[in-house]
């Protein structure tokens, strides 16, 4: 592995509430890590090749904590919907299309062209039900370089026939197949345990979900608390549990033993929070899906002031691009609303807040991911803003603020994932 320097104005997050601008700065990169950021370069590193970024911005890679891959396919459709009606009219036909291994080429193509381009270096992606068409999304993603888990997703209730698995039996023999035939076959991309959410999933399909995740160490990700509609629906299936996330914790798929990402927490309560806490849940905030599907707004200065492991999602097509700069403005814009008409207890996300929300916070389920202090991946997005025009000076933070209101892969000139340059 090529060990090499890079120049620019580097910025990453020093913490929660603080964007770290090093102008004019190098980052140097042994052995896909970062050894570090240098207002000169160190006498021991002097040999290595410098890459010279101008005036270009640096930021460390962005993690989008929660997508699906087959819905890429209609994205910007059906957004005058609530999530079940949505799922029902639009996401479940498309995503039966993925039965066709044709059908699915094609449109994971162009799904995993788009998230190459874009400012994402690591993705947790939802498949669909078919093992074969997951497969061959998880082959394109490696081939992309980027970073990622991907779900086969579990389906064997209250779906249609088109998108629904035989039976909890022939579902659980048909995902452990799949974990065999993926678990050491690539380097970047690993499978993940993925029931749709309880609706979808039978109690027997997920006990045997969470002794696949035990016996394989292989982490979850669901759905949590989106829509009241959803929520209503999971108190009647599950009558036992208190609330949302004791039913996933009931089947032994909510953190803990197995590492675990939720999806949305819209409407978590006290408890529901405290569990994720004990648990080291992740939450996949996911701001523009949630208003696009009129779910809600979660409280997410709440979560982090609670300690929780927050990280940010575009969850196309809920989302409707997997551009993350537009999501992190958007979670901005959803937190301030909220506060503004819903609850002023609970602040509005500043930028330093996202910034570090769509790096560090998502980062961390990959591990030593989404900083350039030492030891950490050397995921970096190289950021040529000068298409985005002003007639005064700004500065680099400025310049960096500007980039998470307006950029989009228009704006990326390189990217790096683990230290490999994908362009
Ligand atoms: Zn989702």
């Keep these: 592995m090529a060990n090499f320097v890079l120049k620019g104005n580097i910025c990453y997050s020093e913490n929660l509430n603080k964007i770290r601008i090093i102008p004019q700065a190098y980052l140097v990169c042994i052995e896909g890590e970062s050894a570090g950021v240098f207002r000169a370069v160190p006498e021991c590193y002097a040999a290595l090749p410098v890459e010279d970024f101008g005036e270009s911005i640096i930021i460390p890679g962005i993690t989008d904590l929660h997508v699906h891959a087959p819905q890429f396919a209609f994205r910007g459709l059906g957004m005058d919907m609530e999530l079940l009606d949505w799922l029902e009219s639009h996401t479940f036909p498309e ?39 997951t497969m061959l999304l998880m082959d394109r993603l490696e081939e992309s370089g980027l970073v990622s888990y991907v779900g086969k997703v579990n389906m064997d209730r209250n779906s ?23 678990k050491t076959r690539y380097k970047n991309t690993r499978p993940i345990i993925t029931p749709r959410f309880i609706p ?88 523009m899906s949630n208003s696009n599907l009129s779910s809600g707004v979660a409280p997410v200065t709440k979560y982090l002031e609670a300690g929780l492991n927050v990280g940010l999602a575009s969850d196309v097509a809920g989302g409707c691009t997997e551009n993350m700069f537009r999501v992190m403005a ?52 190289v950021l040529d803003d000068r298409s985005l025009d002003h007639p005064q000076r700004l500065d680099v933070r400025a310049r960096l603020e500007r980039c998470i209101y307006l950029a989009d892969d228009r704006q990326i000139s390189a990217k790096y994932v683990a230290g490999n340059r994908l362009f």
């Excluded at 609303?337 to 980062?363: C, M, N, S």
């Design 160 to 182: 249609p026939d088109i998108l629904c698995e035989k039976s909890a039996q022939a579902s659980l023999a048909d995902t452990e197949q799949w974990i065999n035939d993926t």
């Design 95 to 133: 995503e039966s299309k993925y039965a066709d291994l044709g059908y699915a080429k094609r449109a994971y193509k162009q799904f995993v062209n788009h998230m190459r381009r874009s400012a994402t270096t690591r993705a947790a992606v939802f498949a669909t039900i078919h093992a074969p068409a």
């Design 330 to 381: 958007d979670a901005i814009r959803a937190s301030k609303l909220r506060w503004r008409l819903q609850d002023q207890a609970v602040k509005p996300l500043t930028i330093d807040q996202i910034f570090y929300i769509a790096t560090l916070g998502g980062g961390r389920f990959f591990g030593k991911v989404g900083s350039f202090e030492p030891g950490y991946a050397l995921d970096a997005v």
């Design 200 to 287: 979808s999933c039978s109690d027997e399909l997920m006990h045997g979900l969470a002794a696949l995740a035990e016996k394989y160490q292989v982490p979850v990700q669901s759905h949590l608390s989106e829509n009241l509609g959803e929520i209503q629906w999971v108190k009647a299936l599950c009558p036992k549990a208190k609330f949302y996330g004791q039913a996933y914790e009931n089947f032994g798929m909510f953190g803990g033993k197995s590492p675990c990402i939720m999806a949305h927490c819209v409407y978590s309560g006290d408890e529901e929070v405290e569990l994720m806490k004990k648990n080291g849940v992740f939450v996949a905030h996911s701001p």
